[in-house]
């Protein structure tokens, strides 16, 4: 249908939103863990093997979009549709550096990755203090950068839904909705 979104792009969209809300919540659940015990090693092998396998959809999604375009914007004030463009953009970003961040920092630390905790990658890094607590850092604060992203995201789309009343959302979603 034109102006939709192809079923790929529908499917990865979704896929990586939800798997990257519930690596949120993850990833900030884990400060509930108390430090140098056996449970948060566990788990934060967990985050990191979960948030490899969201960083390779992510690579193949950003693949994928590159040689397909998307649909051509909806009609919407010139501003709006930059703001939309900048936005998707600045998410692509924030969906790169979170996962290579996370996965910079693993190397620069002794503990390196245990994949499931079963199989352990060895960091091809030195343990570096100050390089872990750069990339950490940087994890960390694009954690909130990215969410803050998500929810104007998701005002924007409650806006076209509630107020413009305009396709926006069927485009992105191959419900009922969509094919009407
Ligand atoms: C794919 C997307 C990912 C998201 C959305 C994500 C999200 C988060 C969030 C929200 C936190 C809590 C930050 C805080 O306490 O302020 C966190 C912590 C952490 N993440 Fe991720 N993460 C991702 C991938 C990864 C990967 C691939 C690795 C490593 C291979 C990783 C390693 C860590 C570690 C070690 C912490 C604990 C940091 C600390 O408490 O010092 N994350 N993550
Ligand atoms: C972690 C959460 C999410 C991320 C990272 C994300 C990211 C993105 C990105 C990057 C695009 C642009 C796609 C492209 O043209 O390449 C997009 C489009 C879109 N997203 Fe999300 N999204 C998330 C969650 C959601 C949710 C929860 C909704 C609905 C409630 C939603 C609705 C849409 C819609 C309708 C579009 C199409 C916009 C248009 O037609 O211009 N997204 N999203």
């Known amino acids: 249908m034109p102006g939709q979104y192809t079923r790929t792009a529908m499917v990865l969209h979704w896929l990586i939103a939800v798997l990257l809300i519930g690596q949120f919540a993850f990833g900030w659940l884990l400060d509930e863990i108390p430090r140098n015990t056996p449970a948060r090693g566990f788990w934060i092998n ?3 093997s979960v948030g490899l396998v969201i960083g390779i959809l992510i690579l193949l999604r950003i693949v994928w979009r590159l040689r397909h375009a998307p649909p051509p914007p909806l009609p919407m004030p010139a501003w709006q549709r930059r703001a939309a463009h900048a936005s998707h953009l600045a998410m692509y970003a924030c969906m790169v550096v979170m996962p290579l961040s996370g996965y910079l920092a693993s190397n620069f630390s002794k503990h390196g ?8 990658l060895a960091p091809w890094g030195s343990d570096d203090k100050l390089l872990y607590a750069i990339f950490n850092q940087t994890h960390k604060v694009t954690a ?3 969410a803050v992203l998500i929810g104007i995201h998701l ?4 806006k076209h839904t509630l107020v413009n009343h305009d396709r926006l959302l069927a485009r992105m979603w191959n419900g009922a909705s969509a094919r009407s």
């Open 144 to 146: 909130v950068v990215f």
């Open 155 to 158: 005002l924007a789309v409650i």
């Open 113 to 120: 990755i245990k994949l499931f905790n079963t199989v352990r």
């Open 46 to 48: 967990q985050h990191k």
